[in-house]
């Protein structure tokens, strides 16, 4: 079976710019998390979507948002880029997404380049 | 809020040798699960193994087992008999209410 995937794999954008980030789960998981990883530091969450509804939103300001389609997969926006959104974005994907943290697997990840 | 905590930026082990990567957490959940999650050069993070922190049986997987103590809360892994394939950055994660709060991390080498 597949696992998560992501594009694109690089991306270099300019301040002031949007990006969208896109991931596709594993076959038959219907929770997709999203992570920011900036260099040297371990992931940080962003946000959880559940059967197309956000199930969690970590402490990022509006400028990001996300949504999740039928199929189960997913996108991340970032609008009016900062030098400081820089980072690999990682999307992970679960069975569930209830009380309890269901395992999450991850894709290989976007680096994303704000100059 | 929850933080994790650890303490070992970088660490060194012998190909075939044994070697304690450290964890401490905070939390104010009951119930939570912890991770330990491997990441390569290549970036793919990649899960190493799982504990329920309900369960007082400390899990195993091959040649990774953790030390779970929940009161201190603290999650160790071992890695016996180290392979040149385990040097990576390992990240500790406490997850619950569907979100992984991840470490900083250590950085594992092993020499050959």
């Known amino acids: 079976d597949a696992g998560v995937t992501q594009s694109p794999t690089h991306l270099i954008k300019t301040r002031g710019q949007q990006v969208t980030l896109r991931c596709s789960p594993i076959?038959?998981?219907?929770?997709v998390s999203w992570y920011q990883q900036v260099l040297g530091q371990g992931p940080q969450f962003i946000f959880q979507?559940?059967?197309?509804?956000?199930?969690g939103r970590g402490n990022f300001p509006d400028r990001f948002s996300a949504r999740q389609f039928p199929n189960y997969s997913s996108e991340l926006n970032v609008n009016a880029l900062l030098l400081g959104d820089s980072a690999l974005y990682l999307c992970?994907?679960?069975?569930?997404?209830?009380?309890?943290?269901?395992?999450?697997?991850f894709g290989p990840g976007t680096r994303l380049t704000v100059l | 809020a929850q933080t994790v905590t650890q303490s070992q930026p970088e660490m060194s082990v012998q190909e075939a040798e044994t070697v304690t990567l450290s964890c401490t957490y905070d939390?104010?959940?009951?119930?939570?699960?912890l991770f330990w999650y491997k990441q390569p050069p290549s970036r793919q993070m990649i899960l190493v193994i799982r504990?329920?922190?309900?369960?007082?049986q400390n899990a195993t997987e091959n040649r990774f087992s953790v030390n779970f103590q929940k009161a201190a809360k603290s999650f160790s892994l071992k890695i016996s008999d180290s392979q040149l394939g385990d040097a990576a950055m390992y990240f500790c994660?406490?997850?619950?209410?569907?979100?992984?709060?991840f470490g900083k991390g250590t950085k594992l080498s092993v020499k050959p």
């Open positions: 992970a994907s679960s069975r569930i997404a209830g009380q309890f943290t269901d395992t999450q697997y």
């Open positions: 076959s038959g998981h219907k929770s």
């Open positions: 979507y559940y059967e197309k509804e956000e199930r």
């Open positions: 939390t104010s959940e009951s119930d939570y699960y």
């Open positions: 504990q329920e922190a309900y369960k007082q």
């Open positions: 994660a406490p997850g619950s209410q569907g979100n992984l709060i």
